[in-house]
């Protein structure tokens, strides 16, 4: 959900003294088979669990249906949903999701996770899917299927500029201090959860008798109800107001964009660096060559495991390098890092972003004319007028992107390339199936700060 952002006031502490996270035993189970469906759920055997649901807090001032409605992110019918304490999450039948499936992220165990956990799950072992899940004090703050391993390393490890987490699940592989290893069913309960139920309330009684009531109200209901919308009218016009005044502060210097590489220009540059980095040795197994950038910074790694190969082999290789090859693990991995720089445009002019539904609509569109395949994300924080007024920075919400191909990546970016406020985040090549993987950061308009009422 991107809910972390406004919680990065201090770096990752360890748990308190006492807390669940050193208190709470994973249990040993039975290695179970998860299936992703591509979609949104995950299969065992005839259950199946939603998951990358879009979670938001429950508005007060109107019905979870209305809610659902009024914002349409990923091209989905928001036609399904599970409450969890103060938030709503929204499914769709479109994404074979249905009533009665239980939403995975609410069937943590609290008694090994504790009030703020994060972790992240291979679907299996057999499969490149990742599922990054997370909950602070009872509110979700990621639900989230990727669709490969550094993308889900990369969430994880924003999630953990949060503070005062009491537990955190990773693998050991990733190195990531104060993590413990766990598989799903270790550490979540396959028979509770909150189910999905119709956003319209379908064949519930309570609200069968509120539509009976609507149904013998009086005119004078009726003259509330308009009263109501007029006084709601008049609240979104002080909104926009406040927000057309709020705009004109806000230095464009501070956006998250304003640095970001073009994605046309990063893709080329990857590319090259890349090719320099690639090398295959006789007896060492490739692992992905990553290159990630950081505004106009940026880095390159590469990793290999020792397969019969010997050392000596793998630094013949890669002499031409300035960059040493570290070995790990005893000499049975090794690893490659690289620092790069992208070129930029000094004093370019910084973009206007596109509104949610505009990314949405047009690139959704967009690929789907062509037939390609693309994986757009929402990842978007509603806040009340109050919760505005209560804010110490802009909020910026965006999509997250990711598309995987075996051929013409630079077509991909050329389509990508009028998209503005687009932030490229990686470009992961896989040596053993042949294909690329691209992410980025899609941003919206800033949420800014409103000043008291």
Request: aromatic share 8%.
């Amino acid at each position: 959900m991107g809910k972390l952002s406004d919680l990065l006031r201090k770096r990752h502490t360890p748990p308190e003294p006492g807390a669940a996270a050193e208190e709470g035993v994973i249990p040993s189970s039975p290695v179970v088979d998860f299936q992703y469906d591509g979609v949104g759920n995950l299969l065992l055997g005839r259950r199946r669990y939603a998951v990358g649901l879009e979670w938001e807090p429950i508005r007060t001032d109107e019905t979870i249906k209305a809610q659902a409605d009024r914002i349409q992110r990923s091209g989905y019918r928001r036609n399904l949903h599970a409450r969890h304490g103060g938030q709503a999450g929204f499914a769709s039948t479109d994404r074979q999701q249905r009533r009665g499936a239980v939403a995975l992220v609410t069937a943590a165990r609290s008694e090994l996770l504790g009030p703020r956990w994060v972790g992240a799950f291979r679907v299996n072992e057999a499969d490149r899917f990742w599922w990054v899940a997370s909950i602070r004090d009872g509110e979700v703050y990621e639900d989230a299927i990727l669709p490969d391993e550094a993308s889900a390393r990369s969430l994880l490890m924003e999630a953990l500029d949060a503070p005062d987490w009491t537990r955190i699940i990773a693998p050991a592989d990733w190195q990531v201090t104060g993590t413990v290893e766990a598989r799903i069913e270790q550490v979540f309960s396959l028979k509770s959860g909150v189910p999905l139920r119709p956003v319209d309330g379908r064949r519930d009684m309570v609200q069968r008798a509120v539509i009976l009531g609507l149904i013998g109200a009086t005119c004078g209901g009726m003259y509330l109800f308009w009263a109501d919308m007029q006084r709601k009218e008049a609240e979104r016009a002080e909104e926009m107001r406040r927000m057309r005044d709020a705009v004109v502060r806000v230095d464009p210097r501070s956006y998250p964009w304003a640095e970001a590489v073009p994605i046309r220009r990063f893709v080329d540059s990857c590319l090259d660096e890349i090719e320099r980095t690639l090398f295959v040795v006789t007896g060492w197994t490739n692992e992905p060559v990553v290159c990630a950038a950081n505004g106009p910074k940026g880095q390159v790694s590469a990793g290999w495991v020792r397969s019969g190969g010997r050392i000596t082999w793998l630094r013949a290789a890669t002499a031409s390098l300035p960059e040493p090859v570290l070995l790990l693990d005893g000499g049975a991995q090794a690893r490659l890092e690289r620092l790069i720089s992208f070129p930029v445009d000094e004093g370019a002019e910084v973009s206007i972003p596109w509104t949610e539904a505009e990314v949405s609509d047009v690139l959704l569109s967009r690929f789907q004319t062509l037939g390609l395949s693309l994986n757009l994300r929402p990842r978007v924080r509603t806040l009340t007028t109050t919760q505005r007024q209560e804010l110490r920075a802009p909020v910026y919400n965006r999509h997250d992107l990711s598309l995987e191909t075996s051929v013409g990546i630079r077509e991909y970016a050329r389509l990508l390339s009028d998209v503005p406020a687009l932030v490229p985040e990686a470009l992961i090549y896989s040596v053993e199936s042949g294909t690329w993987t691209l992410t980025a950061k899609i941003h919206h308009p800033p949420i800014l700060p409103l000043p008291p009422s």
